[in-house]
């Protein structure tokens, strides 16, 4: 069945962004130094489900995959729910394509998203999201070769999410999700019958804005943060080897400047760390239940303990800091160009590149483009892609509010 798993596992694969969440774990580490060769090691955390933490539209992928603190679209859903209390409209729909890993010539591995949101009065909105990914068609065989029948991998996530303004500047939102990852149901790996792998999970997100000046002209500062995918471990079998779900702070800066009546610019940035202990081999397995120390945590604790368990100590811990910085020109709120540059650490998956896109605005329907040009030697799974949001927001459903 040796072949079975490899396949089962090269499905699993499929759903990296890079190695971001699944890297080589050298055991000789001392600091993060190899101390026979002198090299930095690798050491990227690990986490299940990870296309839970796949940028999903194409405006943020056009800025270098960030969100936190843009202006509002549905697409907050993923990034910061908050941000949908300060929205403008009172319904808005947003459905985005993403083609997978085309590089290697693969035509039926995507990522598909549909969002929205619906501003019940001045205050309060509510918005719900489906994310889903086909990891194509996969023929699974046994050792000898044999053909054990097709399958087609697939993940989803159903989330929903309540925001609320709390004063004038500042909005908070709680949501909660419904995780299912179907990998390889109903194939036996080593006398165990694989089964999907459902969690459940919240998120926490909060929004700050406010008006200013720079040069004698208006902007608005932004400030957003979010806490998203706090949940329960998932897994694939009856095993006790649970895996974390892919749980991530994010804190986002942002700042639009109002050049004129025509013409503005917006520049953010992100930070985004996942909340899972760092793979940590050397702990071993204390009470000797075949689990290594570092996936016995629960959730929340893991939470606590990732801030500080990284074997290299605090300098480790910022390197699995990833960072990205955006801008964003708008011409009449009707066409918009957009630039984006991501970056991690060696140590931590090595996912660089530049992205750039497209925006334009017509009435109540909206287009997004955005292109990704790796600057690594890592491969990525969107490598020279193109891909497209489209945005509907129904100002024909707005009407007077209390």
């Not at 990284?310 to 300098?315: K, M, Q, R, T």
């Not at 540059?341 to 140590?347: L, P, W």
Request: glycine share 10%; charged share 20%.
């Amino acid at each position: 069945m040796k072949k079975l798993l490899a396949q089962s596992l090269f499905a699993a694969a499929l759903t990296l962004t890079g190695t971001a969440l699944y890297g080589q774990i050298e055991p000789n580490c001392v600091n993060g130094t190899n101390p026979i060769t002198g090299e930095k090691c690798a050491n990227a955390v690990t986490s299940a489900v990870p296309f839970l933490r796949i940028v999903p539209d194409a405006r943020g992928g056009a800025m270098g995959d960030v969100g936190l603190a843009t202006s509002t679209d549905p697409n907050g859903m993923h990034y910061n729910a908050s941000k949908l209390a300060f929205s403008d409209k009172k319904v808005s729909i947003s459905a985005t394509y993403t083609p997978w890993m085309r590089n290697l010539g693969l035509n039926d591995v995507y990522l598909a998203y549909l969002a929205g949101y619906f501003r019940l009065d001045k205050f309060q909105t509510i918005g719900a999201s489906l994310r889903y990914f086909s990891l194509g068609d996969i023929e699974f065989t046994d050792e000898t070769g044999q053909s054990l029948g097709q399958g087609r991998p697939n993940e989803f996530e159903f989330a929903g999410a309540y925001a609320r303004k709390l004063s004038e500047k500042l909005s908070a939102s709680v949501g909660a999700k419904f995780i299912y990852s179907n990998l390889a149901t109903g194939r036996v790996v080593e006398g165990n019958e694989i089964k999907p792998g459902v969690s459940g999970a919240a998120d926490i997100s909060f929004t700050y804005k406010t008006p200013s000046k720079l040069g004698g002209k208006k902007g608005e500062f932004t400030l957003g943060t979010a806490i998203t995918n706090i949940g329960s471990k998932i897994t694939y079998t009856n095993s006790v080897n649970r895996d974390y779900i892919p749980t991530n702070l994010g804190i986002g800066l942002g700042y639009k400047l109002q050049l004129d009546e025509f013409n503005s610019i917006t520049f953010c940035t992100d930070f985004n760390k996942l909340l899972v202990p760092t793979p940590r081999p050397d702990l071993g397995d204390a009470d000797g239940n075949g689990v290594i120390d570092y996936k016995e945590y629960s959730p929340i604790r893991a939470m606590f303990v990732s801030f500080a368990d990284a074997p290299g100590g605090f300098p480790e811990e910022i390197k699995e800091v990833t960072l990205g910085i955006g801008a964003e020109y708008w011409y009449d709120d009707q066409f918009a160009i957009r630039i984006g540059h991501f970056r991690e650490n060696y140590s931590k998956g090595n996912r660089k590149y530049f992205s750039v896109g497209l925006g334009v605005k017509y009435n109540i329907f909206g287009l997004n483009f955005s292109y990704l040009v790796p600057t690594s030697n890592q491969r990525n799974p969107l490598d020279n892609t193109l891909r497209f949001s489209l945005i509907f927001d129904f100002s024909a459903f707005e009407g007077d509010e209390e």
